[in-house]
């Protein structure tokens, strides 16, 4: 039995984590959910009872085993040291220590060896990062991988609560005052970098490097974010360095961990976000030969994000301290 807090818990992301907490039976002795001033004093149902959102403080993680982390880079970066420091395993799904040299960036399927014996800070990595290296790892151990071109299809809800509250209120013909509108629409997370890659682009080439152990891996993404509530679909065109078949391909992912293959397409059966919905699996369709390149094929990948994506893929670090 641990004793759990949870920073964030108010949130879109600490809401399903406290979901699936409860639905995988995580032994807990001691709850304490925790957030900012500004939305302490909710009231969250966990297992039956009333829990009261308390407001974050250096003493909040005292005597407590494992913190799951989702206020955000800035809270995450003020309150994960201390945390740390107070005996706690910190498990944080900011941005805000996945390419810190001395934090472990972990996706349970694929790289969980490395948290052997180590206590401190673990990062969980961007939701659509996450399902990408479930998949790709996979085909690396026992293909090899020479390159990857990602073209990500990503719902709102990727945005937290402010997404999902941005595109109700455009359905609703509200105006935000936002350059580009979601709803009926498709639009690219913001670009600030000089080169022309957006924030979420350049996350995942970085961290799916660090995860795989594959510093020098040729990745080419682009992310857009579509009007949908839940799901992200990820359009992958890979080259293997050893020669395959698209259904060998297959028999890896229908023996793999943490996947699920949907991939009929005669009978048009694939994998899409509201398959996804609800689920902790990453699905896989569309497998296809790409004949413009040798070792070249096609996969669409899709998870729940939110779920796997953030609170399911935190809880499964938390479980390997059980």
Known sequence: MKNVAILGASGLVGRTML??????K???NKLKLLASER?????IKFKGNKYIV??????????????????GKTASKQWAPIAAKAGCVVIDNSSGWRMDKDVPLVVPEVNADILKDYKGIIANPNCSTIQLVVVLNEIHKHFGLKRVIVSTYQSISGAGQKGIDKLMSELRDDDTND?????YNAMFHEISDENGFSEEEIKMIQETR???????LPISVTCVRLPIL?????SVNLQTEKPCTVEEIRKVMESAKGIILIDNPLEQEYPTP?????????????IRKDETFENGFYLWVVADNVRKGAATNAVQIAELYL
């Open 19 to 24: 979901k699936v907490l409860e639905e995988r």
């Open 274 to 286: 509201a398959i996804s919905d609800g689920k902790d699996e990453v699905f896989v369709g569309r």
């Open 210 to 216: 660090k995860i795989m152990d594959l510093p020098n």
């Open 54 to 71: 308390e407001a974050v403080n250096e003493n909040s993680f005292d005597g407590f085993d494992i913190a799951l982390f989702s206020p």
């Open 39 to 43: 939305s302490a004093g909710a009231e």
């Open 26 to 28: 995580f032994p807990i």
């Open 230 to 234: 839940g799901g992200h679909g990820e």
């Open 179 to 183: 350059k580009h509108k979601i709803a």
